[in-house]
T-cell receptor
């Protein structure tokens, strides 16, 4: 069964450093997302991406964050100048194919980011 | 801001009991999805409901979408220890999902 894959599963970084979280969405999906979940809290929407551009973003997704689809398969989230409060699970998701737009989102296993 | 409130937050029951968890909002959603999440893993999609009043069944799980598309419920019949986990509802609006806080279910043998 097709799945969303994320790497790495766990990333530890020093405060102030930049990190790139990687995702391979389901191959025929057209919509890509990043969500985050701080330990013990709700899953929060960060950004959605369609047709090589951001389609929606939350207030969390400020200038510190950026997304990119560098090739036909990868979807990345870059966090610049990481802060302690960026520590969270980051989930990539994808949805929607050419026959059925905006269908349900499928999530990856997540990357646990720890900023020290 | 659209909010989804789930209740109860925690539920501990014996194997074989029935249970219902609720997902409520003051906002209308175009669709509502139920996920199950294990510790340290991503949410796994269980079902999507789209039409007001819709009922979907997945083995012992019954999902209902309210007529006004503002609320939903998940009913589990004859719960088993394997049903233990965090159940999340998420409302769709545009290209984003708003998640509820989840119901953590424990089914004791």
């Amino acid at each position: 069964e097709p799945e969303v894959t994320q790497t790495p599963s766990h990333q530890v970084t020093q405060m102030g450093q930049e990190v790139i979280l990687r995702c391979v969405p389901i191959s025929n999906h057209l919509y890509f997302y990043w969500y985050r979940q701080i330990l013990g809290q709700k899953v929060e929407f960060l950004v959605s991406f369609y047709n090589n551009e951001i389609s929606e973003k939350s207030e969390i997704f400020d200038d510190q964050f950026s997304v990119e689809r560098p090739d036909g398969s990868n979807f990345t989230l870059k966090i610049r100048s990481t802060k302690l409060e960026d520590s969270a699970m980051y989930f990539c998701a994808s949805s929607g194919d050419r026959d059925n737009m905006n269908t349900e989102a499928f999530f990856g296993q997540g990357t646990r980011l720890t900023v020290v | 801001t659209q909010l989804l409130e789930q209740s109860p937050q925690f539920l501990s029951i014996q194997e074989g009991e029935n249970l219902t968890v609720y997902c409520n909002s003051s906002s209308v959603f175009s669709s509502l999805q139920w996920y199950r999440q294990e510790p340290g893993e991503g949410p796994v999609l269980l079902v999507t409901v789209v039409t007001g009043g819709e009922v979907k069944k997945l083995k012992r799980l019954t999902f209902q979408f309210g007529d006004a598309r503002k609320d939903s419920s998940l009913h589990i019949t004859a719960a088993q220890p394997g049903d233990t986990g965090l159940y999340l509802c998420a409302g769709g609006a545009g290209n984003m999902l708003t998640f509820g806080g989840g119901t953590r279910l424990m089914v004791k043998p």
